[in-house]
């Protein structure tokens, strides 16, 4: 974790270290999901720009078959 490696060298105490640790957790998970989607958004619009995605498979598909009981 690059945050315990440097809260040290600013002379925090350790409660203080233990706070930010557990609220940058949160802020990981934040950052992780903004990750995936932006890698997601990058791949689909290369794959658009080199014509490896065409308009019809860039759409949705809706149509969702009902389970059997």
Avoid at 2 to 11: D, E
């Amino acid at each position: 974790m690059v945050l315990a490696a440097t809260i040290p060298s600013f002379n925090i105490p350790v409660a203080g270290i233990l706070l930010l640790m557990g609220i940058d957790h949160f802020l990981d998970m934040g950052r992780s999901a903004i990750n995936v989607l932006g890698n997601g958004i990058a791949t689909a619009m290369l794959s658009k720009n080199e014509g490896l995605l065409t308009d019809e498979e860039a759409q949705p598909d809706w149509e969702v078959e009902k389970a059997e009981a």
